[in-house]
T-cell receptor, first 114, second 112 residues
Framework: KAGVTQTPRYLIKTRGQQVTLSCSPI?????VSWYQQTPGQGLQFLFE???????NKGNFPGRFSGRQFSNSRSEMNVSTLELGDSALYLC?????????????FGPGTRLLVL | QKEVEQNSGPLSVPEGAIASLNCTYS??????FFWYRQYSGKSPELIMS????GDKEDGRFTAQLNKASQYVSLLIRDSQPSDSATYLC????????????FGQGTELSVKP
């Protein structure tokens, strides 16, 4: 089975711009979670989507948003980029997002905001 | 208090030794516990999951869970240089399964 894929792998943006990141889960997985990883804050949960609905949300400003399509693919968007948004953005998929389920991570998108 | 806390590290052990990684969590409603390994520049990969009190062994890895003490650990026996990575402890609760709360990670270095 193919793993979780994320595109693009690298991005360079400037402050004020917006960016859209894409995540394709493992085939058959319907839950997609997004995380931000920075050296200072570590891995932090952004949000989770299941059946095209946001089911959980972390403590991030409204500039961070996402959506999920009927094929379970997910996108996240960051508007009005700030320097502090520079990070590795990871998505993870699981079958249904149940607590015992393993989340499998994609390779990540590394975003640099200048 | 952070929700999930790990030894700050870095932890350095000689090749062949046992590496012990520790994690505590604050939410008593936590139900599922995971250890991920992350090599530099790569994404996290699952090493072990554990859901009930006691030990769970998988090859050279043993996870230990004590819910009363809100403590979970990972032991790596016969440590190899290829085990050198950052180990992340992650926790989820029953009603928020899609949300993993991660510790800051412990960097492990295995010296030949």
């Amino acid at each position: 089975k193919a793993g979780v894929t994320q595109t693009p792998r690298y991005l360079i943006k400037t402050r004020g711009q917006q960016v859209t990141l894409s995540c394709s889960p493992i085939s058959g997985h319907r839950s997609v979670s997004w995380y931000q990883q920075t050296p200072g804050q570590g891995l932090q949960f952004l949000f989770e989507y299941f059946s095209e609905t946001q089911r959980n949300k972390g403590n991030f400003p409204g500039r961070f948003s996402g959506r999920q399509f009927s094929n379970s693919r997910s996108e996240m968007n960051v508007s009005t980029l700030e320097l502090g948004d520079s990070a590795l953005y990871l998505c993870a998929s699981s079958i249904s997002g149940g607590a015992p389920e393993t989340q499998y991570f994609g390779p990540g998108t590394r975003l640099l905001v200048l | 208090q952070k929700e999930v806390e790990q030894n700050s590290g870095p932890l350095s052990v000689p090749e062949g030794a046992i590496a012990s990684l520790n994690c505590t969590y604050s939410d008593r409603g936590s139900q599922s516990f995971f250890w991920y390994r992350q090599y530099s520049g790569k994404s996290p990969e699952l090493i072990m999951s554990i859901y009930s009190n006691g030990d769970k062994e998988d090859g050279r890895f043993t996870a230990q869970l004590n819910k009363a003490s809100q403590y979970v650990s990972l032991l790596i026996r016969d440590s190899q240089p290829s085990d050198s990575a950052t180990y992340l402890c992650a926790v989820s609760t029953y009603n928020q399964g899609g949300k993993l709360i991660f510790g800051q990670g412990t960097e492990l270095s295995v010296k030949p």
